[in-house]
């Protein structure tokens, strides 16, 4: 049965004749469809039996060398992976479509099909067909599925981002009767390296949950999913599974939980509510159906506090571009900024990190610690990254292992990781005092036992194989019997090359070959011109006949025969060998699974450490003080990512200072946080300037240094940040009701201890609706929330709130105006704007010279009449005068025309391609008849 490759004969193949094309690439023509009398074969009554057991996957069908799909899966997935449908047979009077995908290229179709939200069961022979055979000829071979693919349960290198983890969330809802009040519980496993997290929070936090966490795939009850006020929610995610309730049982959770630890209660879990159990049974439930029973290597679930982490909404989340831009790419992303690491799983965690900045200042501490010790350390650093640097994904290759769908090179990967953790152990063990958390990660490093890294390396040959069934990755030396059976596998090769040199004698054909492929196994090739020879006598006593094609013929010889059988016996043995030595491996790694996923996530720490230690160094980040103060000192602050962009091209970043502290205050005490009202003109900075200090905040309690001259900042709990409207149209996001419901959860959610950021709010709608909302927030923000704020707006009516707010501070982004264009200097200082620029900017975009010169004499008359009418801020309502100026009569004179919609044209708030149809309509003004 083992297709043993005959590398005696080292001539290459002539490309193979295409007899029975399906034959030789080893698709086996399915005996599965019924003739037109509606009979159905064995083979169609075990597939139907299967596909109705798995109704809402595609099924992989194995027969021979491919997984073939029928029905409507065929259809489906010729569409989905661009691959040819065919028919085969029909069923029920109906030609039955049917599409395959060779099982070696599996991994890339199913990777397709899983982007585009499928599930597939993968079904599998289960015995050889000779077996089968043996029951009879009829007999159908056994096939069962052995996996469910999911988004959420996957575990292949080639199906995974390697710096991102894959979670699978349960979510489950204890319901009140008010349905504002309902709690829900989540669970979360990456069965890709056993991490296992719950936690709990209400209706308001779900989504901010769910987008910190980003899972893969969501798990939820049937009822939940139908749940109509969640209904949207789902919607927007691209995973959401939807469950029958057993898995969601609350009454069998704890019991399920344990079976899977195989512990008797689920008591050492701490004390987790019904409804954490319940959330946390479900994805062991799911894990264990997905995964037919295998079970990965999971860490007892961890409660994440309430509380700990800061809470970011998704609009903040995006917004800030933390993990990826606007537009999707990681690229120009806060993440790709900082990420130094050197290990996918390094890079794993520190997005886990930058997604949860911390709110315990004891803990962000021990993180800065570390940090600092590496920055000071630079030789440290170096060798801790050398050696990083060679341990390949620990955790994953243990994840496969666990599950049994390994290759040698993870046995070899998990060699390489508990080598390279021994020597960064034994590193980090002459330190004389290192840092709390280096200390606890060269302690889990000694955790393994060295004997099983040892064994590894002596078992493990140099070059390996992807796959174990290819054989050939246990080292020569290291098992006697295996030696042996290779031995006697190479030398009846040897005797083939022998038997091919004396046919070519006897026979006097000397381009007489023995071959072989997995139909025919090894035979006798000659060409057509031959072929007669050997059919004639004496020779056809030798060679029996077994194939003709176009230019060749072969046959088969007794001795041949034997000795096939000798080789392939040989060779099963001795990848039957190594198939238990593989066994073996496995089983030590997997006996010491625990202690290797401590060290893998130890590897984990270290990197990230080590890696925002060279980030600091490299980029002048200094260590910032985060205590329990109401504090937001920031001197000398840098937008981490747009800093890095400006010195791509050489120009610098220009520092700013940023103090939200509560002014009566060094430093900043419990009196409620200021609030910086930023105006400027466009392109001067503002929103630049608004975002480095929130992601200052969000570097800090995550554990990172900052890019500061120094930084000091009381614990932020919340974080929110919101764009007007019109900055975000171009991608068509965002409304201004949008806007306005963002803005309201901020008023309505921010704490004292919250940071926020408000861009341009209120630029979505009319100037005077937009400024009076504009001035609301504002005074909501500073009566009622008094949490720390930034707020950039291009209405400089608004800082004259500072007369009645004493906590409102006026800071304005400099330009300078040099021969009538406007210099942008970048730098914060105190103040308002005097105005806004918004012609010198139009000019910078290229406006005519003629309409920028109109421009300025129609803005010279309007700032006339604006002052004979004086504004009375002080006293609400605001704004009858401006109203009643709108009422000015214009003149039937085209100019006139130009000139009122000059007027009411606000540059501010224009995209270059609005700017230019304005333009166009001007002109078309100018044009058009009285
Ligand atoms: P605004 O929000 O005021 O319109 P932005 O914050 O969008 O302005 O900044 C416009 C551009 O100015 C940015 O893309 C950036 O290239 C540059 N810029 C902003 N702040 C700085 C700074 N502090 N130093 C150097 N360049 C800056
Ligand atoms: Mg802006």
Redesign the pocket.
């Known amino acids: 049965m083992v297709a043993a490759k005959p590398a005696g004969m080292s001539e290459p193949e002539p490309p193979e004749p295409p007899e029975s094309a399906a034959e030789d690439s080893g698709r086996v023509m399915p005996a599965i469809t019924a003739g037109d009398d509606g009979r159905v074969t064995p083979a169609m009554a075990q597939y139907i039996e299967i596909k109705a057991a798995n109704p809402d996957c595609l099924l992989f069908y194995r027969m021979g060398d491919f997984y073939e799909m029928f029905f409507e899966d065929a259809e489906v997935a010729s569409r989905a992976l661009g691959i040819t449908l065919t028919k085969r047979g029909k069923y029920l009077g109906r030609d039955v479509p049917l599409c395959g995908v060779p099982v070696i290229r599996a991994e890339e179709y199913l990777h397709k099909l899983i982007a585009l939200g499928h599930r597939v069961a993968v079904c599998e022979q289960l015995e050889d067909p000779a077996e089968a055979k043996k029951r009879g000829s009829k007999s159908v071979v056994r096939r069962d599925v052995v996996r469910l693919v999911t988004p959420g349960t996957l575990t292949e290198d080639t199906l995974l981002d390697a710096t991102r983890n894959n979670y699978l969330m349960a979510v489950a809802r204890a319901k009140a009767s008010d349905k504002d009040d309902s709690r829900f519980a989540l669970a979360w496993i990456d069965i890709s390296t056993g991490e296992f997290r719950i936690a709990e929070c209400d209706r308001a936090g779900l989504s901010a949950e769910i987008a910190r966490i980003e899972p893969g795939e969501i798990i939820v009850s049937d009822a939940l999913y139908a749940d109509g006020d969640l209904v949207q929610l789902w919607r927007a995610l691209p995973a959401v599974t939807p469950l029958a309730r057993d898995a969601f049982d609350g009454a069998t959770a704890e019991r399920r939980l344990s079976d899977f630890f195989a512990i008797a209660t689920a008591d050492s879990f701490g004390t987790l509510t019904r409804l954490e159990l319940t959330a946390a049974a479900a994805c062991v439930t799911y894990v264990e159906r997905t995964q037919l029973g295998k079970r990965p290597p999971l860490s007892p679930p961890q409660r994440e506090g309430n509380g700990t982490s800061m809470a970011i909404d998704q609009a903040t989340r995006a917004n800030l571009e933390l993990m990826r831009t606007l537009g999707g790419e990681r690229r120009g992303s806060l993440i790709a900024a900082i990420d130094r690491t050197v290990t996918s799983a390094g890079s794993r965690l520190l997005a886990q990190r930058l997604a949860a900045p911390l709110t315990e200042v004891e803990t962000i501490t021990r993180r800065h610690d570390a940090v600092a010790a590496l920055v000071a350390d630079a030789t440290l650093r170096a060798e801790l990254r050398d050696m990083l640097n060679a341990a390949p994904d620990l955790a994953r290759a243990l994840a496969r292992i666990a599950v049994g769908r390994a290759g040698p090179r993870d046995l070899a990967g998990v060699r390489d990781g508990l080598i390279a953790a021994g020597g960064i152990a034994q590193r980090l063990a002459v330190l004389r005092k290192a840092p709390a958390e280096m200390a606890d990660a060269a302690s889990a490093c000694r955790k393994p036992d060295p004997s099983l890294s040892a064994e590894l390396a002596h078992a493990l040959a140099d070059d390996l194989p992807v796959m174990k069934r290819d054989g050939g990755f246990v080292r020569a030396g290291y098992d006697k019997s295996l030696d042996e059976a290779r031995a006697l596998r190479d030398e009846s090769r040897r005797v083939i090359a022998a038997l091919q040199a004396r046919y070519a004698d006897e026979t006097g054909i000397r381009t007489l070959k023995i071959r072989h492929n997995n139909v025919l196994g090894y035979f006798v090739e000659v060409t057509a011109q031959h072929g007669d020879r050997l059919m004639a006598a004496p020779l056809n006593a030798t060679f029996i006949h077994r194939q003709t094609l176009a230019g060749q013929v072969r046959f088969t010889s007794t001795e041949l025969g034997e000795l096939e059988s000798k080789i392939a016996s040989a060779a099963e043995r001795a990848l039957g060998l190594e198939l238990d030595i593989f066994e073996r491996l496995a089983g030590a790694v997997i006996a010491q699974g625990g202690e290797i996923k401590q060290t893998a996530e130890a590897l984990a720490v270290l990197d990230v450490a080590a890696g925002l230690a060279t980030l600091a160094a490299e980029r002048d980040f200094v260590r910032p003080t985060v205590d329990a103060s109401m504090a937001f000192v920031i001197e000398g602050g840098?937008?981490p990512v747009?800093?890095q962009?400006?010195a791509r091209d050489g120009?610098?970043?220009?520092?700013?200072d940023c103090d939200l502290s509560a002014p009566d205050s060094k430093d900043g005490d419990a009196n409620g946080g200021r609030i910086w009202l930023?105006t400027?003109?466009?392109?001067?900075?503002?929103?630049?300037?608004?975002?480095?200090n929130a992601l200052i905040a969000v570097l800090a309690q995550a554990g990172s240094f900052v890019p500061a001259r120094r930084a000091h900042i009381g614990v932020v709990d919340r974080l929110f940040s919101r764009v007007g409207a019109a900055d975000d149209l171009a991608r068509g996001r965002s409304t201004f009701m949008v806007e306005m419901v963002e803005t309201a959860a901020i008023l309505n959610q921010a704490g004292e201890r919250a940071l926020v950021i408000l861009?341009?709010i209120g630029r979505g709608t009319a100037t005077f609706d937009g400024l009076s909302i504009a001035w609301a927030t504002i005074e909501h923000l500073h009566a009622a929330n008094r949490c720390r704020a930034l707020f950039?707006t291009h209405y400089h009516e608004l800082t004259a709130l500072s007369a009645r707010l004493p906590r409102l501070h006026n800071a304005t982004?400099r330009v300078k105006e040099w021969h009538g264009e406007v210099v942008?200097l970048?730098?914060?200082v105190p103040g308002a704007a005097d105005r806004s620029y918004g012609i010198q900017v139009a000019k910078l975009a290229g406006l005519p010279a003629s309409v920028i010169e109109r421009a300025q004499e129609v803005l010279a008359k309007l700032e006339a009449e604006d002052r004979a009418t004086p504004k009375g801020f002080d006293d609400l309502p605001l704004f009858a005068a401006p109203v009643a100026r709108k009422a000015t009569p214009a003149a039937d004179d085209p100019l006139e025309k130009v000139v009122s919609a000059l007027a009411a044209l606000n540059p501010d708030e224009m995209s270059p391609r609005e700017a230019m149809e304005a333009l166009y309509a001007l002109k078309g003004k100018l044009s058009a008849p009285k």
């Not at 120009?651 to 700013?656: G, L, R």
């Not at 400027?680 to 480095?692: H, V, W, Y």
């Open positions: 840098r937008h747009v800093e962009a400006l120009t610098p970043f220009v520092a700013n930023l400027g003109p466009n392109m001067a900075g503002k929103s630049t300037f608004l975002r480095q861009d341009e950039a982004v942008f970048h730098e914060v």
